[in-house]
């Protein structure tokens, strides 16, 4: 495998890593199941002992306002879903996918989704960078080369923890009035 490629898509992960890092430095519960406005989506116990993320086909118009716990949900659906359809059998359907249920176990578990993608791109070469067989299936990034979807992951990081960054100032900033 080509050592500068898949070093690059690595450096570019870890940089979106140390700022969901910085953002969840001390979250806690409370802060993840804050919600921002009157509409929010959030996740929920489902009295079957699951968090289960609020979800509607077709998104409602305006798009409900998120919680952080809703967007570590997200960031744990489409990591799972793009591991599974890259390197698995096959992904779970999005309500086999749920909240852990504290802020705590939610980003152990998105730090366990970091080192498994890490983990399968480390054994890949050149060809199956380039290769698109990985990604047929894959509900986004579909056809395109393994390699665009491994910088699609980092881009999708950075803009999921952004949205966690924000809420979490806002959250800051409501307690303190």
């Not at 870890?14 to 409370?30: G, K, N, S, V």
């Not at 498994?116 to 395109?144: K, M, V």
Request: a negative charge; one cysteine or more; hydrophobic letters at 45%.
């Amino acid at each position: 495998m080509s050592s500068s490629r898949i070093s690059l898509v690595n450096r570019q992960l870890d940089i979106a890593w140390a700022l969901l890092e910085h953002h969840t430095q001390d979250l806690d519960d409370a802060m993840c199941l804050w919600e921002p406005a009157p509409v929010s989506w959030n996740v929920r116990p489902d009295g079957h002992g699951r968090w289960v993320a609020d979800w509607r086909v077709p998104e409602p118009q305006p798009v409900p306002a998120v919680t952080i716990g809703w967007v570590t949900w997200h960031v744990d659906y489409w990591w799972t879903t793009t591991l599974e359809h890259c390197f698995g059998s096959g992904a779970p359907a999005r309500e086999e996918i749920v909240w852990p249920g504290s802020a705590e176990a939610a980003i152990a578990r998105l730090a366990e989704l970091k080192r498994a993608w890490q983990a399968e791109l480390a054994r890949l070469d050149d060809a199956d960078l380039d290769s698109t067989s990985r990604t047929a299936g894959l509900p986004w990034g579909e056809g395109l080369p393994l390699v665009d979807v491994a910088g699609w992951v980092s881009v999708e990081l950075t803009k999921n923890v952004a949205e966690i960054g924000l809420l979490r100032h806002l959250y800051t900033w409501n307690a303190a009035r």
